[in-house]
């Protein structure tokens, strides 16, 4: 998505260690136009997978998910990384490790919001080694449902999330695709 | 906003103490079409003020930011409760209790989303003691930014947050403004 790829040369930056800053954009301070836009074209690319809800990782999977959920007309639910007073004490509780924080973290559903039976699609900013939509997959099946389709802003190609995921035999999505980021660059796929 | 209202009639849950469970349709399964509507009801009320950015508090402050920030055409910042790797060292940072955690939680906010002249809109889902909505005042405070004004989904009079807020001299608005909530009860505004 040419938008999105055009926003990531702009105003991206490559930290090194394969870390992308976007957080001027997507995931501290947000381009709401921009975010719409990402939605729009994923609820596109998932128009006929016939999926239920929408599923996602708090916090910054919040933004696209919902998006692209408003573009769907579906509803969307977001794993907690820690459990509010408001849900029931029996849970959906998995542990990824963040990239982020460089640490593991719970994620964790209601049964009231994730029943067996749902096709879900799962959202998120950055397929990077999939081991935070692996975490949401995994919540899926122990609830019984079916995932229908994987949806990202960015994949980060060199961290192996794609291949890690095709046992699934879902299709994956991913708007900006990067192939790698050698030294300060940014190279996206078909450059 | 009868819709909102007429929502938390429907699925909103009155725990005690206090404590009111939407988690259905705001902060954990989210209606994206009823988050676009409030987002739209708080654009049209904040249209005037001459706000340059949304500011929210993550998890459950996002959604209604976004869609707020949206329909105004600013860009929305929310502040993190941990320090991402992406984030300088230097940051904007104070403490706010949280209801649902029932403890202090850090809110950060980068510099570089956060500058000195801008004029801030508070977006948060819940008005209750105003505790969050003032750890927000002191980031864009700090920031040398001015507040011109704060909205939220829902109000819980009884918690006296509006009253603390008053020394700001901004407009507070909010979308679904609850009395009391005695027993099984939940009273509305002029009910």
């Given at each position: 998505m040419l938008e999105l790829i055009e926003r990531i040369?702009?105003?991206?930056k490559n930290l090194g260690n394969g870390i992308l800053k976007v957080d001027g954009f997507i995931n501290h301070q947000v381009d709401p136009i921009l975010m719409d836009a990402c939605g729009r074209?994923?609820?596109?690319?998932?128009?006929?997978?016939?999926a239920t809800k929408v599923l996602t990782a708090e916090i910054s999977g919040i933004a696209p998910a919902l998006t692209t959920a408003y573009h769907l007309g579906l509803p969307v639910v977001y794993a907690r990384k820690s459990k509010p007073v408001t849900m029931p004490d029996e849970v959906f509780l998995t542990m990824a490790p963040s990239h982020t924080k460089g640490r593991m973290v719970d994620l964790i559903v209601s049964p009231e919001y994730l029943a067996g039976g749902e096709k879900i699609l799962i959202i998120d900013d950055f397929l990077a080694s999939g081991a935070?939509?692996?975490?949401?997959?995994?919540?899926?099946?122990a609830a019984g449902a079916t995932i229908v389709g994987i949806g990202t802003l960015i994949e980060k190609v060199f961290e192996g999330g794609r291949e890690k995921l095709k046992p699934l035999g879902v299709p994956?999505?991913?708007l900006a695709i990067i192939r790698s980021m050698d030294e300060d660059h940014i190279i996206f796929e078909d450059e």
């Open positions: 040369r702009r105003d991206g074209e994923l609820a596109k690319r998932f128009a006929n997978i016939g935070t939509i692996w975490g949401l997959v995994r919540l899926a099946q994956v999505e991913a």
